[in-house]
Every structure is written in C-alpha cells, then in structure tokens.
T-cell receptor, first 111, second 114 residues
Framework: DAKTTQPPSMDCAEGRAANLPCNHSTISGNEYVYWYRQIHSQGPQYIIHGLKNNETNEMASLIITEDRKSSTLILPHATLRDTAVYYCIVRVRTGGFKTIFGAGTRLFVKA | ETGVTQTPRHLVMGMTNKKSLKCEQHLGHNAMYWYKQSAKKPLELMFVYSLEERVENNSVPSRFSPECPNSSHLFLHLHTLQPEDSALYLC?????????????FGPGTRLLVL
C-alpha cells in the first residue's frame, strides 16, 4: 500500500471549512483513497473514500487531484465536535488487508 | 451507532493475570480485526479473521492469543503481559476481507498493565 503524508496538526475556526491535505505521490492506479477520523478515546470512524472522481457525502467532500498524487478532505462547516485526528489511507480493493494507519492530522476546531 | 461493541471498556491487570477482551459485531460482517494503539503511536494491526479463520498475524507476541468462535464474536486472550502492553485495544469489522472494504470500529478497551 502507498504511503501518505499529512501535516501533524491544523487549526480551524468553528463554522469555517476545514481543508485537510494528504500527499500520496506513489499511489498506484488501483488504490483508493480513504479517510477516517478518531475522536479522543474512541475508535476510528469511516468518513469517505474515492478512486478518481471527487466524492461527497453527509460528512465531508473528497477532492482528488487529476494525477491522484494528492487529495483534500473538506469539512464544509467545522464544529467543535469535529476536533479529532484525521487519517488518510490509500489501499487496493483486492487481496489481503494490510491497512497502514499513519500519524494522521490532529484537527483543532476553535470557537 | 457503529454496531461493534467491546467489553470491558477499561481493564487494569497485573503481569501475572489472565484476562480476555471481547468484541461483538452486529453488522453481519465476515471479517474482524484487532488493533493496538499505544500512546502517541499510530494504530497497529494485530490480527485479522475472515470467516472465522485467522488470515493475518503481524508478528504479535504469543502472550496475545486471539479467538474467533463465529463471525460475530472475537476475543483477545491476555496472559503474562508487560507494562508496555498498556494501550487502547480496538476491534473492527468489515463486510469481507478485502483491502478496500470500509471498516467499522468499536469504542476500544483501555488496558493498563501494572
């Protein structure tokens, strides 16, 4: 599975959009981009995933660059409850499971 | 509502004790996982079960012994642990053992080994 690079921490004002970047320059054609988050002392929570096209659901939007070497998770109106560690993961959808969670980005949403 | 429950939520044990962590998923999934999360470290995958068979064992010490009696239940048996084993132990499940399947995590068991 391709490695990812994320900033260790970010701040965001409550009510504003939070844009969390992820670099995955070695991503291969059959690898998906997944985002999870982990609120303090809880298990990780799935947010969104995509392959090539931008994706949107009730939680967030995922923007993947045309060359697929980077992506951005967008929380359109961040709330205090969005304060968490956000993990960007890339992996294939076939074969065995070897997800590697990196250090992620610690997002602080401030009032 | 993740559909994955873990008990106990907190556990304190001595190095000579034997204890078990329990995970139950109510999602009809075929794959279950154990992860370890130590303080300020990334999640580490420990074990993977698919259709009740262990398919992944990431060089975990033998003092950790998993058991999957059926597709809904997963146990982690602990014996003669070390203080460095203190961590948050997370269980997860997914529909199938495919790398791209979305995983659903339980709340974790916070373990302290004295």
């Amino acid at each position: 599975d391709a490695k990812t690079t994320q900033p260790p921490s970010m701040d965001c004002a409550e009510g504003r959009a939070a844009n969390l970047p992820c670099n995955h320059s070695t991503i291969s054609g059959n690898e998906y981009v997944y985002w999870y988050r982990q609120i303090h002392s809880q298990g990780p929570q799935y947010i969104i995933h995509g392959l090539k096209n931008n994706e949107t659901n009730e939680m967030a939007s995922l923007i993947i660059t045309e060359d697929r070497k980077s992506s951005t998770l967008i929380l359109p109106h961040a709330t205090l409850r969005d304060t968490a560690v956000y993990y960007c993961i890339v992996r294939v959808r076939t074969g065995g499971f070897k997800t590697i969670f990196g250090a992620g980005t610690r997002l602080f949403v401030k009032a | 509502e993740t559909g994955v429950t873990q008990t106990p939520r907190h556990l304190v044990m001595g190095m000579t004790n034997k204890k078990s962590l329990k995970c139950e998923q109510h999602l009809g999934h075929n794959a279950m996982y154990w992860y370890k999360q130590s303080a300020k470290k990334p999640l580490e995958l420990m074990f993977v079960y698919s259709l009740e068979e262990r398919v992944e064992n990431n060089s975990v010490p033998s003092r950790f012994s998993p058991e999957c009696p059926n597709s809904s239940h997963l146990f982690l048996h602990l014996h003669t642990l070390q203080p460095e084993d203190s961590a948050l132990y997370l269980c997860a499940s997914s529909q199938d053992w495919l790398a791209g399947e979305t995983q659903y995590f339980g709340p974790g068991t916070r373990l302290l080994v004295l």
